[in-house]
């Protein structure tokens, strides 16, 4: 077998309990045939819909880990993809906390550029992972994704 067809470009999946790293998906997607990457970082704010936000806590559905690996087979089918790497943090977020992370490296900018937006839209839009948000005010809000 040469060494493309035993190329897995997906190096890194998670959604876990713990503060996320940017070094740790950065260096995932490190590839010697890569001449761009593109890595985005979702973080907490202190503002949604005109409110402030107090915290927020996101959980996710059991199938969330397995839903994340269709979409991101789907991306490195349908782009050049040389790597990639997703990781999303569930439990309690503080302001500034990163809530998500993904980067992918492809030969060119441009298809790194546009891998990635796909993986952190499907992300957002199929993805079993929900926000709960707590504002200032007292008030408290369900944002939710995926199919479930």
Same mark, same amino acid.
């Given at each position: 077998?040469?060494?493309?067809?035993?190329?897995?470009?997906? @190096?890194?999946?998670?959604?876990?309990?713990?503060?996320?790293?940017? +070094?740790?998906?950065?260096?995932?997607?490190?590839?010697?045939?890569? $001449?761009? /990457?593109?890595?985005?970082?979702?973080? #907490?704010?202190?503002?949604?819909? $005109?409110?402030?936000v107090a915290a927020l806590e996101y959980s996710a559905h059991p199938t969330a880990e397995k839903e994340l690996r269709r979409i991101?087979?789907?991306? %490195?089918? +349908?782009?050049?993809?040389?790597?990639?790497?997703?990781?999303?943090?569930?439990?309690?977020?503080?302001?500034? +906390?990163? =809530? &998500?992370?993904?980067? #992918?490296? %492809?030969?060119? @900018?441009?298809?790194?550029?546009?891998? =990635? @937006?796909? *993986?952190? +839209?499907? *992300?957002?839009?199929?993805?079993?992972?929900?926000?709960?948000? &707590?504002?200032?005010?007292?008030?408290?809000?369900?944002? $939710?994704?995926? /199919? %479930?």
């Amino acid at each position: 077998m040469s060494e493309s067809e035993n190329h897995d470009p997906i @190096r890194l999946l998670a959604i876990r309990d713990t503060p996320l790293s940017l +070094d740790e998906v950065y260096d995932a997607v490190g590839d010697d045939a890569a $001449g761009g /990457t593109t890595l985005f970082v979702g973080t #907490v704010r202190d503002h949604d819909g $005109g409110k402030s936000v107090a915290a927020l806590e996101y959980s996710a559905h059991p199938t969330a880990e397995k839903e994340l690996r269709r979409i991101a087979e789907k991306v %490195c089918a +349908d782009f050049p993809v040389r790597a990639l790497a997703a990781v999303h943090r569930v439990g309690r977020l503080a302001i500034t +906390d990163k =809530a &998500v992370i993904v980067a #992918v490296s %492809c030969a060119h @900018r441009g298809e790194a550029f546009e891998a =990635a @937006r796909r *993986l952190i +839209d499907d *992300l957002k839009h199929q993805v079993p992972i929900w926000k709960h948000q &707590v504002f200032t005010d007292g008030e408290e809000e369900w944002v $939710g994704a995926g /199919t %479930c």
